[in-house]
């Protein structure tokens, strides 16, 4: 998660070199202290009115469904499977799931839980929330493929071509300059 717009919206430097854990509090106290919270949540939402995100989702819901039609995909039922079967309304679908923190992985978890093969992309420089992962991997393939070397990045699509469906839960354009993004996946 990047800091920097929190940092600015109460007037700190990016980059607070302090001694120890308690000495870095000193200057957040200090900061908040002199802000009442009223005009803060005024001043925030008034800014994110104004800002390119705000006025881009001023007339949009929660969320908007986009579709993507594949024309080689033919229309199909799920496969019959009886009710004392194990297998799953989603077993034999690929998925490859390129998320972090909370919602994304929960989502990728929920169609592992009903059959789906999720394999879980991750890389061994991003820190990985212990806390969370008995429960937000459950079920799930792992991978770590750093997208910086072109060799796992070649693997990392190599495994999102062979997939049914990616889900991803990194920020807009993060992924793009590893040709990953929403357009470089559907490329794929």
């Given at each position: 998660?990047?800091?920097?717009?929190?940092?600015?919206?109460?007037?700190?430097?990016?980059?607070?070199?302090?001694?120890?854990?308690?000495?870095?509090?000193?200057?957040?106290?200090?900061?908040?202290?002199?802000?009442?919270?009223?005009?803060?949540?005024?001043?925030?939402?008034?800014?994110?009115?104004?800002?390119?995100?705000?006025?881009?989702?001023?007339?949009?819901?929660?969320?908007?469904?986009k579709q993507h039609p594949n024309p080689t995909q033919k229309a199909s039922w799920w496969p019959d499977s009886p009710q004392t079967s194990s297998e799953r309304p989603?077993?034999?679908?690929?998925?490859?799931?390129?998320?972090?923190?909370?919602?994304?992985?929960?989502?990728?978890?929920?169609?592992?839980?009903?059959?789906?093969?999720?394999?879980?992309?991750?890389?061994?420089?991003?820190?990985?929330?212990?806390?969370?992962?008995?429960?937000?991997?459950?079920?799930?393939?792992?991978?770590?493929?750093?997208?910086?070397?072109?060799?796992?990045?070649?693997?990392?699509?190599?495994?999102?071509?062979?997939?049914?469906?990616?889900?991803?839960?990194?920020?807009?354009?993060?992924?793009?300059?590893?040709?990953?993004?929403?357009?470089?996946?559907?490329?794929?």
């Amino acid at each position: 998660m990047n800091p920097d717009p929190s940092l600015d919206s109460i007037g700190l430097p990016h980059d607070l070199d302090q001694p120890s854990i308690e000495d870095s509090w000193k200057p957040f106290v200090e900061k908040l202290s002199q802000i009442n919270s009223d005009d803060m949540q005024r001043l925030a939402s008034d800014e994110y009115k104004d800002s390119e995100h705000g006025k881009a989702n001023a007339n949009v819901g929660l969320f908007e469904i986009k579709q993507h039609p594949n024309p080689t995909q033919k229309a199909s039922w799920w496969p019959d499977s009886p009710q004392t079967s194990s297998e799953r309304p989603l077993a034999g679908l690929k998925i490859v799931d390129i998320t972090r923190v909370i919602a994304a992985p929960v989502i990728a978890r929920g169609l592992a839980e009903m059959g789906a093969s999720v394999m879980r992309i991750t890389a061994p420089h991003l820190q990985d929330n212990s806390t969370l992962h008995c429960d937000l991997n459950w079920g799930k393939w792992n991978t770590f493929l750093d997208f910086k070397k072109e060799d796992e990045l070649e693997k990392a699509q190599e495994l999102i071509r062979e997939a049914d469906t990616v889900v991803m839960g990194y920020r807009p354009e993060v992924l793009d300059k590893y040709g990953l993004g929403v357009e470089g996946i559907l490329e794929l």
